[in-house]
T-cell receptor, first 113, second 112 residues
Framework: DTAVSQTPKYLVTQMGNDKSIKCEQN?????MYWYKQDSKKFLKIMFS???????INETVPNRFSPKSPDKAHLNLHINSLELGDSAVYFC????????????FGQGTRLTVV | GNSVTQMEGPVTLSEEAFLTINCTYT??????LFWYVQYPGEGLQLLLK?????DKGSNKGFEATYRKETTSFHLEKGSVQVSDSAVYFC???????????FGTGTRLLVSP
């Protein structure tokens, strides 16, 4: 019974394509996040939503568009994929985003060729 | 702004050795502090946390104490196992709808 699940686990696609990564949490949490982990394992937050509202939007190219249809889901759509977008993308959730720990999904390894 | 600094890895140890991974932070106010662990091919898992000064977080033989005077949260384990090989991330959260800020991660390699 996975707490935070994201699909797909692996995604290989060509430059210029558009792709989506889906994330769902069954923990009843209010806050969800997208993080990007580069090849050196560095984790950088991209977006945070609280109760479907955008709270944090780091300096991410506007080719990246998050969508939260309800507080249990936060999807990430990426337009016009570039080689530099290759990374592992992690979805996470926390109870209320205010100092409580975050629970992470297994990650989506995106490879742009 | 808030930041976390971790020692660079990899840290290479033999089984049953003592482990210390240093972590220091810069933050406004009184942040909560966390250690997360990432095993190969997996997502991050919370290892332990501390929410106020002098708190000690502990789990699976790992410990870390929130030291406000030195702004540190060093991770320790008395006797590491091969199964502890992973990447360890120190992180802080400064409250409100702020982001969880991670250090750069420290890879631990434990050999038999």
């Amino acid at each position: 019974d996975t707490a935070v699940s994201q699909t797909p686990k692996y995604l290989v696609t060509q430059m210029g394509n558009d792709k989506s990564i889906k994330c769902e949490q069954n923990l009843g949490h209010d806050t969800m996040y997208w993080y990007k982990q580069d090849s050196k394992k560095f984790l950088k937050i991209m977006f945070s939503y609280n109760n479907k509202e955008l709270i944090i939007n780091e300096t991410v190219p506007n080719r990246f568009s998050p969508k939260s249809p309800d507080k249990a889901h936060l999807n990430l759509h990426i337009n016009s994929l570039e080689l530099g977008d290759s990374a592992v993308y992690f979805c996470a959730s926390s109870q209320n985003g205010q100092g409580t720990e975050a629970f992470f999904g297994q990650g989506t390894r995106l490879t742009v060729v | 702004g808030n930041s976390v600094t971790q020692m660079e890895g990899p840290v290479t140890l033999s089984e049953e050795a003592f482990l210390t991974i240093n972590c220091t932070y810069t933050a406004t106010g009184y942040p909560s502090l966390f250690w997360y662990v990432q095993y190969p091919g997996e997502g991050l898992q919370l290892l332990l946390k501390a929410t106020k000064a002098d708190d000690k977080g502990s789990n699976k033989g790992f410990e870390a104490t929130y030291r406000k005077e030195t702004t540190s949260f060093h991770l320790e384990k008395g006797s590491v196992q091969v199964s502890d090989s992973a990447v360890y991330f120190c992180a802080l959260h400064s409250g409100g709808f702020q982001k969880l800020v991670f250090g750069t991660g420290t890879r631990l390699l434990v050999s038999p």
